[in-house]
């Protein structure tokens, strides 16, 4: 089945760009009716959606994080990425990738395994 | 502030019956059935466990049950166990300016 898997600098400085890797295996990141999500959860807090792409690049961001938000998809690699600029320690979280049904649907299945990503100097 | 209102906790014996909601609007619960529900364990990564409303994916326990009215869904657990202490989420389609909206996340204690 598919699986997915976070990558990336578990620590990353203030006012620098967080930088992390999602591996899709088990299936196609190409595959129609999936989007691949961005998921963060703040320590002790709440799930946040960040955003998602669709494998041709059509990509939709939550307007609160728009600005400093950017996600790619490398079909080649059967990767998709997330870069975040400007951090601050309010991005301190457990960022998880998913993958997400959306075609007559919506539902985020399944989900990686998370990785928390600290912002200090 | 959440999108999805749900309360912030409930709680229930073993073997009882419990009720998680997730209020919103008719701009994404009231709007489509694309309503879905995740369950998480402290330390480890959200797990589906109903879609559209009331579709439990293959593996997910018969005790989780979904359901709408209007504008508000809801999870409900019958038989409590041990291990359905967990954290729940709801997500929704929505027609605004987001396509997605999660709920704040209820924590469900077994007593």
């Known amino acids: 089945q598919v699986q997915l898997q976070e990558s990336g600098p578990g620590l990353v400085k203030p006012s620098e760009t967080l930088a992390l890797t999602c591996t899709v295996s088990?299936?196609?990141?190409?595959?129609?009716?999936?989007?691949w999500s961005w998921i963060r959860q703040h320590p002790g807090k709440g799930l946040e959606w960040i955003g998602y792409i669709y494998y041709s690049g059509s990509t939709y961001y939550n307007p609160s994080l728009k600005s400093r938000v950017t996600i790619s998809v490398d079909t080649s690699k059967n990767q998709f990425s997330l870069k975040l600029s400007s951090v601050t320690a309010a991005d301190t979280a457990v960022y998880y990738c998913a993958r997400v049904y959306g075609s007559g649907s919506l539902w985020f299945d399944p989900w990686g395994q998370g990785t928390l990503v600290t912002v200090s100097s | 502030q959440s999108a999805l209102t749900q309360p912030a906790s409930v709680s229930g014996s073993p073997g009882q019956s419990i009720t998680i909601s997730c209020t919103g609007t008719?701009?994404?619960?009231?709007?489509?059935?694309?309503v879905s529900w995740y369950q998480q364990h402290p330390g480890k990564a959200p797990k589906l466990m109903i879609y559209d409303v009331s579709k439990r994916p293959s593996g997910v326990s018969n005790r989780f049950s979904g359901s709408k009215s209007g504008n508000a869904a809801s999870l409900t657990i019958s038989g409590l166990q041990a291990d359905d202490e967990a954290d729940y989420y709801c997500i929704a389609y929505t027609i605004s300016s987001t396509p997605v909206v999660f709920g704040g996340g209820t924590k469900l204690t077994v007593l």
């Open positions: 008719s701009s994404d619960v009231g709007f489509y059935n694309y």
């Open positions: 088990g299936g196609s990141i190409s595959s129609g009716g999936y989007y």
